[in-house]
């Protein structure tokens, strides 16, 4: 058995949250200093609306505030769907209930950020995410509380 507990480390990124209307739900500014990848997970729970639509943001930025942030460009993030741009296919809607996305970040910015944007909801939604972050420089990585 090899050993993935001492070698990764795992943020909260969106705290799990029941969104009843298009409010956009953004991520903790992950810190990348130390390690060399990134992915956030997103868990999605019951989603009620029918129509309703949820589409995945990714930025980045040199500063600890995100000042002068910018999207990731699709070449510095990786996707779950071959052949599928990576927020696209990050994305979710009304019928994907408990499934979960990934969405990589291979860009060499040091702060990142995740954002979901809901359109057309007016229900409860139960999403949450967190960013795992891998190949770090000390190990073994100590995972922190928060």
Known sequence: MRDITNNLLVKRAI???????NT????????????DSLMFAILIGSVADADATFTALLEESDASDLSGGNAVA?????????????EAAASFQFDDDNEVRKLGYVGNKRY????????????AAVLAAVAILGHAGQKPVTQSAS
């Open 15 to 21: 705290s799990p949250v029941s969104v009843a209307d």
């Open 24 to 35: 956009a739900q953004v991520s903790q500014i992950i810190d990348r200093q130390g390690f």
């Open 74 to 86: 699709d070449a510095d993030m990786t996707t779950q769907t071959n052949g599928t741009a990576p």
């Open 112 to 123: 990142v950020r995740l954002t979901i944007t809901p359109a057309g909801n007016a229900s």
